[in-house]
C-alpha cells in the first residue's frame, strides 16, 4: 500500500484556497484517481471519460509529440488542480479542483490507529 496525501484548490473571484483533504492509502494512482472522482467529484471526472475527448500532448517546443485520454491526463498531471492551462473563465461560483501527491511508497506499517481516528482512508 502506498500513502498519498489528496489537495483541492478553491478558486472563485474573491478568493483562493488550497489545502488538504485527506489522507488514504491505495495500492495505486488508477484507485487514487478513482476515490477522487467518487468521494469529492460525483462522477465528473467519469463523465468527461465517457465524452471520449482526445489531448494533444506537445513536447517543449510545442510540437505535438502524442495524444492522451482525459484519464491518461489526469493521472499523468496528478490531477486537475495541476493544469496549468485550466479554464478558469466560468468560476464565478468557484472552482474546486483536485490533485493528490505521494508521500510514501510500499508501506508495511501498520495504520490501524490513524484509520480508527479518521485522519487516513484505506480504499
Not at 40 to 62: A, H, Q, T
Amino acid at each position: 500500500m502506498n500513502l498519498y496525501k489528496i489537495l483541492f484548490s478553491h478558486s472563485s473571484p474573491k478568493d483562493t484556497k488550497i489545502g488538504i483533504k485527506t489522507y488514504i492509502l491505495a495500492k495505486n494512482e488508477d484507485e487514487v484517481y478513482n476515490y477522487i472522482d467518487k468521494e469529492f467529484n460525483c462522477g465528473g471526472w467519469k463523465d468527461k471519460e465517457d465524452e471520449g475527448e482526445v489531448f494533444d500532448i506537445y513536447d517543449k517546443d510545442y510540437k505535438i509529440i502524442g495524444t492522451e485520454t482525459f484519464r491518461e491526463k489526469i493521472l499523468r498531471l496528478k490531477g486537475e488542480m495541476n493544469e496549468e492551462d485550466y479554464d478558469y473563465s466560468d468560476a464565478y461560483y468557484g472552482i474546486t479542483l483536485y490533485g493528490w501527491e505521494l508521500i510514501k511508497e510500499n508501506l508495511n506499517d501498520n495504520f490501524e490507529e490513524l484509520i480508527k481516528l479518521g485522519v487516513i482512508d484505506i480504499i
